[in-house]
């Protein structure tokens, strides 16, 4: 397990460097917001572009992983939902801990994971897992909270804000993209290829350090009665998302859909990852209650260095 440890440990050594920089104000309180958007409008956009430009049919046509990976995802989020709303929580907050349970840290961290661990010839199944994440689970979440939010359904008003955010989106407009290149047969110009493997490459590290930048953040005191409450939320969530997904995926490969020993292993640590940020920017959007979701994320990815690292172990 050492050995894992310490392949896996120059990733979570970035993130921590990050939250280092933010806690001792070498960084301002405006670089996470600056630096998360470089990474999330530029480099991860023209690294998704290259990977769906140059990736083949064969390479894409798995149905069986993306299957996988998308009930271990709905499983869990939907799990979450009905164990919270047995306690007083709102539609709408209910919906991001679900989030926070279900939403893989699979642009931050599953890139660069995936790239050190299993090879260039993963990312294009990490992309099919990141399109899946940050579209289809994230428009879903969307959905609850606005239905959650409003007294009256307005089924045509949920369909067009849910869409226009969705091709709005710079991570699922740029696979597109990069998949209708690729169907064109244009092979692509040497000064292109230069340009998008220079912002590319600035995904992984970048992303990193803006994980642990929003982690290092300084937030409010929260009240002494909301502290048990939030801890124990956060327990739940950290666990659902930590064993209970990964363990669905691993199930769901060898039992259900019967995947390749190299798809299983990618998919169940694709599954393992921490919770990423976007369930806290829907907080934050709606102006819901963010402390268990702050604590699931920094938690999680503090955990999951124990618990992908001794996978990794186990299956090596």
């Known amino acids: 397990m050492l050995t894992t440890f310490f392949v896996v440990l120059p990733i979570f050594a970035l993130i921590f460097v990050g939250f280092g920089c933010r806690r001792s104000e070498v960084l301002g309180p405006n670089s996470t917001t600056e630096l998360n958007r470089f990474v999330v409008y530029l480099a991860l956009p023209a690294l998704l572009f290259d990977i769906m430009a140059h990736a083949s049919w064969a390479t894409l046509d798995q149905p069986a992983f993306a299957a996988v990976f998308t009930l271990s995802c709905f499983i869990v989020f939907g799990l979450t939902i009905l164990l919270r709303l047995r306690g007083p929580r709102h539609l709408a907050d209910v919906s991001i801990d679900g989030l926070n349970a279900g939403y893989g840290n699979t642009g931050f961290i599953g890139f660069p994971l995936s790239l050190i661990v299993f ?79 220079l912002l590319g490459d600035a995904a992984s590290p970048c992303a990193l350090v803006a994980l642990g930048l929003f982690l290092g953040e300084r937030r409010g005191a929260v009240p002494v009665e909301d502290r048990a409450s939030g801890l124990s939320g956060t327990v739940l969530v950290v666990a659902l998302k930590l064993i209970l997904q990964p363990v669905l995926a691993w199930v769901l490969a060898t039992q ?60 090596r």
């Open 119 to 197: 090879g260039r010839g993963s990312l294009g199944l990490t992309t099919i897992a990141a399109i899946i994440t940050v579209c289809l689970l994230f428009a879903v979440a969307i959905v609850i909270i606005e239905i959650g939010l409003q007294t009256e359904l307005r089924p045509a008003h949920l369909f067009f804000k849910v869409g226009g955010s969705l091709i709005r989106n710079p991570l699922l407009v740029a696979p597109v993209l990069g998949s209708c290149w690729a169907a064109t047969g244009i092979a692509m110009p040497a000064s292109g290829e230069t340009f998008l493997h």
């Open 256 to 315: 259900v859909f019967r995947l390749s020993p190299g798809l299983t292993h990618l998919v169940v640590v694709l599954a393992a990852l921490p919770t990423g940020t976007g369930p806290f920017m829907l907080a934050e959007f709606y102006g819901r209650e963010a402390t268990v979701t702050a604590r699931s994320i920094l938690f999680s990815t503090v955990g999951s260095l124990v618990t992908v690292s001794a996978y990794l172990a186990w299956v």
